[in-house]
């Protein structure tokens, strides 16, 4: 059984460092990132409205699209997001994996959404892009059904983050390490 789980796991991690957005030419995935951007901020405003004046005061946001795993004492996510920079209206395209440790079971499909009130915290996470985090939460949805706290925490100084779970079943408590990169296809 132990060796499924990681072998799970090690598969998704494979898997999940390809992951970007569909479509079959550069122009397409761009759209494809676009849209998702342009869906989540609308249920982001919808869930929250306060957030829509917190986006326009900010020096710059991000939505991105992850999907996540935790098996036993393994967990791992990947997905792909845009960075967009209000004093220069720049959309800069970005990848993203997660892996840590901690006990838990199940996976998630969910958006991020971060508010940069810093322009240097902006300009750090396009360069540098590393963020490193405990994270507990329990979430359940399917479709229409169930609920998921989408609350904004702060994450780092000058960095607020709305998380919305899109589908799936997860429990878990975790030290995770997130790398965040420029996807050089798309930027």
Not at 61 to 90: C, D, P, Q, R
Request: hydrophobic share 45%.
């Amino acid at each position: 059984m132990l060796r499924f789980g990681l072998a799970a796991v090690l598969s998704l991690a494979l898997l999940g460092g390809c992951m970007s957005p569909k479509g079959d030419t550069v122009e397409q995935k761009r759209q494809a990132a676009q849209q998702m951007r342009s869906d989540t901020l609308a249920r982001l405003y919808e869930i929250h409205p306060y957030a829509q004046g917190q986006i326009a005061e900010a020096a710059g946001y991000a939505v991105f699209s992850n999907v996540g795993i935790n098996l036993l004492l393994l967990s791992t996510a990947s997905g792909w997001g845009i960075v967009h920079e209000k004093a220069t209206g720049k959309d800069t395209y970005m990848k993203m994996y997660s892996a840590g440790l901690g006990p838990g079971l199940g996976v998630k499909d969910f958006r991020g959404v971060f508010v940069f009130t810093d322009p240097e915290a902006l300009k750090s996470f396009v360069e540098d892009g590393w963020d490193a985090s405990a994270q507990a939460d329990a979430a359940a949805k399917a479709k229409d059904k169930g609920d998921a706290w989408a609350g904004s925490v702060d994450v780092a100084p000058g960095i607020k983050l709305y998380q919305l779970t899109e589908t799936g079943l997860a429990l878990q408590a975790t030290i995770q390490g997130t790398k965040f990169w420029k996807d050089d296809e798309l930027s």
